[in-house]
């Protein structure tokens, strides 16, 4: 089976760094990958990790570490549309893409 | 942009009644999938296809039943629509080559079952 742990809220201020982890228990683990998604909309794909280490994309960078079963979304230079619901995601082998329960970041002024 | 669209956005339906959300992509997409979402929650796998002729259950029992006759085309019926229904239904798509998971989301279909 497949479980995935993020934290449920997270409040940042403007202008700051925020890191939401997320830690996983898959079988034949292939990656990790974060989404996105604003009230009222879809998920978003932000990025996918197979290996280990940070892989950056503009404010956002995300992180694996596969020998802890761990990763995180680092997000910079909060703005304020930033605040969204963010999902950590993994599959493995044939099983089909299955999401965290998702992270709530609320970003205040 | 995700080439993938479900119809219709919003359904308020009665209790009892049949009814069936489309899902089309044009990206040839081998893998599709259908999540329930409530506001502001986590997203339950409730089917999903490898392709065509490929069905499975998800982690979240459903009433409900999919086909996956053409690869671009991934309906979802609700034999006898219950209040219980009444949620937001996702649908998505990602290509089986390699081993990125970028999924694709349609905008969603809001139900309301009164």
């Known amino acids: 089976g497949q479980s995935l742990e993020q934290p449920s809220e997270v409040t940042a201020v403007e202008g700051a760094i925020v890191q939401i982890n997320c830690t996983y228990q898959?079988?034949?683990?292939?990656?990790l990958s974060w989404y996105q998604q604003h009230d009222g909309g879809a998920p978003t794909f932000l990025s996918y990790?197979?290996?280990?280490g940070l892989e950056e994309t503009g404010r956002f960078s995300s992180f694996l570490s596969r020998s802890d079963s761990y990763g995180y979304l680092l997000l910079q230079e909060l703005q304020m549309k930033d605040s969204a619901s963010y999902f950590c995601?993994?599959?493995?082998?044939?099983?089909?893409?299955?999401f965290g329960k998702g992270t709530r970041l609320s970003v205040i002024a | 942009e995700a080439d993938i669209y479900q119809t219709p956005r919003y359904l308020v339906i009665g209790t009892g009644k049949k009814i069936t959300l489309e899902c089309s992509q044009t990206?040839?997409?081998?893998?599709m999938y259908w999540y329930q979402q409530d506001p502001g929650m986590e997203l339950h796998l409730i089917h999903y296809?490898?392709?065509?002729?490929?069905?499975e259950k998800g982690d979240l029992s459903s009433e409900s039943t999919v086909s996956r006759i053409r690869t671009e085309h991934f309906p979802l019926t609700l034999e006898s629509a219950r209040p219980s229904h009444t949620s937001q239904y996702l649908c998505?798509?990602?290509?089986?080559?390699?081993?990125?998971?970028?999924?694709?989301f349609g905008q969603g279909t809001r139900l309301t079952v009164v």
């Open positions: 998505a798509s990602s290509s089986r080559q390699g081993k990125n998971t970028e999924a694709f």
């Open positions: 898959t079988s034949g683990f292939y990656g």
């Open positions: 990790n197979a290996l280990d």
């Open positions: 995601a993994s599959n493995s082998g044939n099983t089909p893409l299955v």
């Open positions: 990206m040839g997409h081998d893998k």
């Open positions: 296809s490898y392709g065509v002729n490929s069905t």
